[in-house]
Structure formats: structure tokens, C-alpha cells
């Protein structure tokens, strides 16, 4: 088995090198499909990491009236507290409310000294846990809470998160059949290229049946042939990848984490990018296989 394998790249190899023109427009049709396949991921990838940051940091806001008791506080905060879904409580001050907005909002920090009355309600900020951040218990505890007595609003961002969620179903939908029709692209560039190699080697072939070379010594150089055109595909839409994820995230990427609240946008995993590969190489199997079947061998 070995030496077959060893047979079968070498011929492979050498009859690449031949057609290395036509060799070459495969390789880049694979690395096309796949390089589109790695931006798709590697969107969706840190997009997933984001929404999990954020669902994990999710907070329902509780705004409270101006003359709310305390015994109406404490209801609030029991209802909070029965409802299973809250990580932590915080309680803020009208007071708290006014020194955070000087904080984060320092160009209009002396308009809102100067009024004469603090505009800010006091509230009960809520950390939800992750598993339930857009769940159905969510949206029956905000219900309740508006119908509390000494509750003026409340305030949850599920509709953006989900929205959000939406967008990438939709973007992993249309990245699928993108890949599809690159990829069956890719397959059939690779057969075309490999039927090439196999008019080219008509004679051998000939010569290898007459002496009752088997089945898969004939056919086995072209399949190998379109593993090697799609593993070279692969490795070079994923270097292409690497560089465009390098230089953008050496322009962008300090912006985008700042943008986003995350420490820094991640290339794809290990395992994702060995995947890639793989997939290359199945493609350039698949045409190498179509074009096998064409060959005669007896």
C-alpha cells in the first residue's frame, strides 16, 4: 500500500509540474472558493464571540419613579430575585445615575449641572445569566416588573441581539451557497485539468492495460493528482486569508476591538483552518475522481 500511494504522487506530481499552467488555474479556483468559505468563518466566528460576550453581559434596566418607596424597592427586588434569571442586582442612586452620565458623557456634564433638578431616575440594574439572556423567562420577568408598583420603565436590548443573531443565520445561509457553487466550480476545474493529464498519458495508459496493470494503479495517479491540486488550492486561500486578517487587523483592529468591547479580533481556530484543508483536498479528490472514471482500463 505504501508504495502504491508512493506511486500514485509521484506520477501525480510529475504530471502537475507538465501542466503546471493549467495546474495553477485549478489551484487558484480552489484557493478562490475556500478563501471566500475562511472570510465567511472568520466573520462569523468573531461575530459569535461577540454575541456571547454580550449575551453574556446582558442587563435588564429597571428604572424607577421619582418618589418610589422603599417597601415598593423591596418588591422589586424580591420579584428580581424569584425570578431565577438574574446573575446579580445592582442598586443605583439618582445621584449615581448623574456622576456615571458625567463620566461616560463629559461634553455634556455642565448642561446637566446646570439644570436644577437631577433628570435621572434612580434604578435597578440587573446582570442576566448567559443561558437565558434572550430566553422566554426574560420577557415574563420584564412584564411583571412593569406592572410593579414604583416602576417607571424597564428596558431590555433582546430585539438587537436577536436581529443580530438573525443577520448571522442569514450571512452563514448566503456563505454556504456561495461556497457550494465555488467549490462545484473548483471539482470541475480540477476533472477538466486531470481529463488534460489523462489525454496527455493516453499512450502509457495503453501500454499499462496491455500488461494487466490493475484498475487502480491506472486510475489512482489522476485522484491523487486532484488531492494535491485541491491541498494546494487549500493552503493557499488560507495564507491568503492569513495576510488579509494580518494587515487589516494591524490597520483596524485596535479600532474594531475599542468598537466592539472586545480585547482583539481572533483568526480562525486550528481546528477550523485543518478543516479548510481538508475540504480542499475532498474537493480536488471529487474532480480527480470524476475524471478517473472517465479513464478506461480494460
Not at 182 to 187: F, V
Request: aromatic share 8%; glycine share 10%.
Amino acid at each position: 500500500m505504501k508504495h502504491a500511494l508512493q506511486y500514485f504522487f509521484s506520477e501525480a506530481a510529475a504530471s502537475l509540474w507538465r501542466r503546471r499552467t493549467a495546474a495553477a488555474l485549478a489551484i487558484l479556483t480552489i484557493a478562490a472558493g475556500l478563501f471566500v468559505l475562511g472570510v465567511f468563518l472568520l466573520l462569523t466566528s468573531n461575530a459569535g464571540r461577540l454575541i456571547n460576550r454580550w449575551t453574556e453581559a446582558a442587563e435588564l434596566s429597571i428604572f424607577l419613579r421619582d418618589d418610589v418607596t422603599s417597601e415598593q424597592l423591596g418588591v422589586v427586588e424580591e420579584v428580581i430575585d424569584r425570578s431565577a434569571v438574574a446573575a446579580n442586582r445592582e442598586f443605583v442612586s439618582k445621584e449615581e445615575a448623574r456622576r456615571r452620565f458625567r463620566r461616560d458623557f463629559r461634553d455634556l456634564a455642565v448642561a446637566a449641572d446646570s439644570l436644577d433638578t437631577n433628570p435621572f431616575p434612580a434604578s435597578v440594574e440587573v446582570r442576566l445569566r448567559g443561558d437565558v439572556a434572550v430566553g422566554q423567562s426574560v420577557d415574563e420577568l420584564t412584564t411583571r416588573l412593569r406592572s410593579t408598583p414604583g416602576v417607571a420603565d424597564v428596558r431590555f436590548d433582546r430585539r438587537w441581539l436577536e436581529r443580530l443573531l438573525g443577520a448571522i443565520t442569514v450571512l452563514r445561509g448566503a456563505g454556504l451557497f456561495v461556497v457550494i457553487v465555488l467549490g462545484l466550480a473548483a471539482a470541475l476545474t480540477v476533472a477538466n485539468v486531470v481529463r488534460l493529464a489523462a489525454h496527455a498519458r493516453r499512450d502509457e495508459i495503453e501500454i499499462m492495460q496491455l500488461v494487466g496493470a490493475p484498475a487502480a494503479y491506472v486510475r489512482g495517479p489522476f485522484i491523487a493528482e486532484g488531492v494535491l491540486q485541491g491541498g494546494a488550492g487549500a493552503l493557499a486561500g488560507l495564507l491568503l486569508l492569513w495576510i488579509g486578517f494580518a494587515v487589516a487587523n494591524a490597520r483596524y483592529g485596535r479600532l474594531a476591538s475599542e468598537a466592539l468591547g472586545v480585547e482583539s479580533l481572533t483568526f480562525l481556530p486550528v481546528g477550523l483552518a485543518l478543516a479548510i484543508l481538508g475540504g480542499g483536498m475532498l474537493l480536488g479528490c471529487l474532480g480527480g475522481y470524476i475524471a478517473a472514471r472517465g479513464v478506461r482500463t480494460s
